[in-house]
C-alpha cells in the first residue's frame, strides 16, 4: 500500500471526523473488507481541502498506527487514478510500473512475494475511488496483504467492489451532512450579523455592515439586493450592490424581479434559478433565458432570489450569486435565505420608516422656518406705516378745536393702533428668538438686578392696585450665562403677568437663587390662577386663558411663548403650577454664569425688598 503520506493536518484543512455513527459505519466496511475480501489491511480515506486524509483502518496492526490519521494530497491520488490499470471500478497499480515520487512515506509491507505471474507484490496497490456525482474525488478504499498472496480473481474483485461502493455511499452522505451542517453554521451567522445590523437606521450602513458576512455566509459569489420603493409593479426602486460592484438591471428584468419579488413574498418562497433548476417557477422559458443570458454576461451560473418584505409588504429582493465552478443551491440554504429576507425585511422596513421621518422632520424645519420669515417680514412691513399713523394720532390729538365726537373716535384708533403696535412688537420678538442663537450676547447676567428694574417699573401699577411684591435674593449678584435684553424679557413678562392676573390687594413672591449650576427665579402669585386645562396650551403662541376675568385683561397671548422660546435657546427650563382661584407659580431656570457649589435655598435667600402699597 502505497498510496498514504503522513504529514501533519494544518489548520483550514478541513474539519476532524467528529461524526462518530459515520465512524463506526465506516470501521465496519473497512472490517468487512479484511474479513471477507481476503485482505489483511483495508483503508478508508476521505477528502479533506485538498488532501485525502485516512480515517478507518482494518487489520495489520503496524499498518494501522502508520496509516490513521495520514493525509495525502488529492492531486496525487488523481494523478495515481490516470496511471492506474482499471479493474471496473477498482484500480490497480502494479509494482512494476514505477512511480518513485510517491513511495517515500508509504507503509510498504514486508514480505517476499510468492512465485507466479499473479502474485502479490509489496509495492503492489489496489483501491476504488469515492466519487461523487460530479465526478470530483471524494475518497478511496484502499486494500493490501492478500491473504492467498496473489492479486485478487474475478470472485474477489467483485466482493471488494461490493465494499468499496457501500464504503463510497457512506463517505458521501457523511460528507454532505457535514457541508449541510457546516453551510448552515455560516449562514445563520449570518443571520444573526443581519439581526445585529438590523440596529443600523440608515439602509446604506445596514447593507454595508451585512453584505460581506452573508456572501461569505451563503458561499455566494457575490449579491444584489433590489428594493421596491412604492406599492406599485413599476416601482423603480433602489440597487445596493456590493463595494465597487456597478449592477444595473435592464428594464424588463427590473420589472420581472419586481413582479417576482412579491410572488416569492406573497408564498414565502425563495428561488433558486440556474440552467438546472428554472422549472416550476412563474418564469417563463422565455423570461428565464433572458435572466440567464443576462447572468452569464456576468459570469453568474445560478442565483437564489430570495424576497425581502415584513407583513404582507413585499420590500423587494435579495439576490445572491454562484458563478459556473460552484455548487447548486441546497434546500437548507434557500430556508435560511428566506429567514434572512424577513429578517432584512424587517430591518429595511425600519430603516426606510426612520428615513420618511427624517425626511418629514426636514419638511417641518422648512416649513417652521418659512413661517418664522413670513412673521419677520410681515411685522417689519407693518411696523413702519403703524409709526407712522402714531406719530400721525399724536399730532391729531395735540388740535384742541376737535369736536368731542371726533376726540372719542381719535382716542378709539389710538388705542387699537397701540394694541396692534404691541402685537407687532411681540411678533418680531417672537421671530427673532424662534432662532436658537441669532442676536444673542451671551454673558453674566445679574438676574436680581433686573429683578429690581422691572419691579420699579411696575411700581405706578402696584401701588395703585394695592399689590404686595416681595423680592427675596441674596444680597449678592445671583449671575445666571445669557443675554441681558433676552432675561430682562422674561423676567418683565411673567412679574407683569403677575401683576395683570392677581386682584387689587394680592400678593407677589419673588425669589432668585442660585441652587449647583443653575439660577432660579420663582415669582408666585395669589391671583386668579389657571385652568388645569388651559396649563399644556400656556407657552403657545396667541393663547389665551378660557378664564373669563383674564380676558377681560388686555394681552396679545405672545407674552409665554416669548419667554420659552427665550428660555430654551438659553438651554434652560419654565414651568408653572397653578390653581385655579388659589394663584400661579412661574419657575425659570437658567444656566449659572459660575457654577458653585449645591446650596440649600434657606441658606441664601433672604428678603432684601418688599414693595406694598
Ligand atoms: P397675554 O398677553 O395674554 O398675557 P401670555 O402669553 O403672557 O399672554 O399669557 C398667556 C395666558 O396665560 C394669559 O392670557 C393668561 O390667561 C394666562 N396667564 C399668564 N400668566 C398668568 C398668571 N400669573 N396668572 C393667571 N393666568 C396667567
Known amino acids: 500500500m ?16 467528529v461524526d462518530t455513527s459515520t465512524q463506526l459505519v465506516l470501521d465496519l466496511i473497512a472490517q468487512g473488507v479484511t474479513e471477507l475480501a481476503g485482505f489483511e489491511v483495508a483503508a478508508i480515506s476521505v477528502a479533506r481541502g485538498h488532501d485525502l486524509e485516512v480515517v478507518a483502518v482494518s487489520g495489520n496492526e503496524s499498518a494501522r498506527a502508520q496509516l490513521e490519521g495520514s493525509r495525502t494530497p488529492l492531486a496525487m491520488t488523481v494523478e495515481l487514478i490516470e496511471l492506474a490499470e482499471s479493474w471496473g471500478t477498482l484500480k490497480f497499480v502494479p509494482h512494476e510500473m514505477s512511480v518513485p515520487h510517491l513511495s517515500n512515506n508509504d507503509w510498504v509491507p514486508d514480505f517476499t512475494p510468492l512465485a507466479g505471474p499473479d502474485a502479490w507484490y509489496p509495492e503492489d496497490m489496489l483501491f476504488a475511488p469515492i466519487l461523487d456525482t460530479s465526478g470530483q474525488l471524494r475518497g478511496i478504499v484502499a486494500v493490501d496483504l492478500p491473504r492467498d498472496g496473489r492479486r485478487p480473481g474475478p470472485e474477489q474483485r467483485r466482493t471488494l467492489e461490493r465494499y468499496a461502493l457501500q464504503a463510497g455511499r457512506a463517505v458521501l452522505t457523511a460528507l454532505d451532512r457535514e457541508r449541510l451542517a457546516d453551510q448552515m453554521a455560516m449562514a445563520t451567522h449570518a443571520r444573526n450579523v443581519v439581526r445585529k445590523a438590523s440596529r443600523e437606521l440608515s439602509l446604506d450602513r445596514l447593507l454595508v455592515e451585512c453584505q460581506s458576512e452573508l456572501v461569505a455566509g451563503f458561499r455566494a459569489m457575490g449579491m444584489w439586493i433590489h428594493t421596491l420603493d412604492d406599492d406599485t409593479a413599476a416601482g423603480a426602486g433602489s440597487m445596493f450592490s456590493e463595494r465597487d460592484v456597478e449592477i444595473t438591471l435592464p428594464p424588463q428584468l427590473v420589472s420581472l424581479s419586481n413582479l417576482n419579488a412579491r410572488r416569492a413574498w406573497a408564498e414565502r418562497r425563495a428561488d433558486v434559478i440556474s440552467a438546472h433548476q428554472v422549472q416550476g417557477r412563474d418564469l417563463t422559458t422565455a423570461e428565464a433565458e433572458a435572466v440567464l443570458d443576462f447572468l452569464a454576461t456576468l459570469g453568474i451560473a445560478s442565483i437564489l432570489f430570495v424576497p425581502l418584505g415584513q407583513g404582507s409588504r413585499c420590500l423587494g429582493a435579495m439576490v445572491l450569486t454562484r458563478g459556473f465552478e460552484d455548487p447548486e443551491w441546497t434546500e437548507a440554504e434557500t430556508s435560511v435565505a428566506l429567514d434572512v429576507g424577513s429578517d432584512l425585511g424587517h430591518a429595511i422596513s425600519h430603516a426606510q420608516a426612520f428615513a420618511r421621518e427624517q425626511q418629514l422632520v426636514r419638511e417641518l424645519q422648512e416649513v417652521d422656518s418659512y413661517k418664522s420669515e413670513l412673521v419677520a417680514t410681515l411685522s417689519h412691513e407693518l411696523k413702519t406705516p403703524l409709526t407712522s399713523i402714531l406719530g ?23 388705542r387699537s393702533a397701540h394694541r396692534i403696535m404691541r402685537v407687532v412688537d411681540d411678533l418680531m420678538l417672537l421671530a427673532k428668538v424662534e432662532d436658537p442663537v441669532q442676536g444673542m450676547n451671551v454673558r453674566p447676567v445679574d ?12 411700581d405706578v401699577g402696584v401701588h395703585r392696585r394695592r399689590l404686595a411684591i416681595s423680592v427675596r435674593r441674596p444680597a449678592h449678584p445671583v449671575l445666571a450665562a445669557g443675554d441681558a435684553d433676552d432675561i430682562d424679557r422674561v423676567i418683565a413678562n411673567i412679574i407683569s403677568n403677575a401683576t395683570k392676573y392677581t386682584k387689587d390687594g394680592g400678593r407677589i413672591v419673588i425669589t432668585v437663587e442660585q441652587i449647583g449650576a443653575e439660577v432660579v427665579f420663582t415669582c408666585s ?24 376675568s383674564a ?25 408653572v403650577t397653578s390653581r385655579r382661584g388659589v394663584g400661579s407659580t412661574f419657575r425659570v431656570v437658567l444656566p449659572a454664569a459660575n457654577p458653585g457649589p449645591r446650596q440649600g435655598p434657606g441658606a441664601l435667600v433672604q428678603p432684601v425688598a418688599e414693595h406694598s402699597a
Do not use: C, K
Request: aromatic share 4%; no cysteine.
Open 2 to 17: 502505497s498510496i498514504a503520506d503522513r504529514r501533519t493536518p494544518e489548520p483550514g484543512d478541513g474539519l476532524s471526523w
Open 392 to 414: 400721525n394720532l399724536e399730532l391729531l390729538e395735540d388740535m384742541t378745536d376737535l369736536p368731542e365726537d371726533g376726540q372719542r373716535s381719535l382716542a378709539a384708533i389710538d
Open 447 to 458: 438676574i436680581g438686578a433686573i429683578v429690581d428694574d422691572v419691579v420699579e417699573l411696575n
Open 525 to 548: 402669585d395669589n391671583g386668579i390662577g389657571i385652568a388645569e386645562g388651559d396649563l399644556p396650551l400656556l407657552f403657545r403662541e396667541f393663547f389665551r386663558s378660557t378664564n373669563p
Open 551 to 575: 380676558l377681560s385683561v388686555p394681552g396679545t397671548g405672545l407674552g409665554l411663548a416669548i419667554v420659552e422660546r427665550i428660555v430654551t435657546r438659553h438651554g434652560g427650563r419654565v414651568d
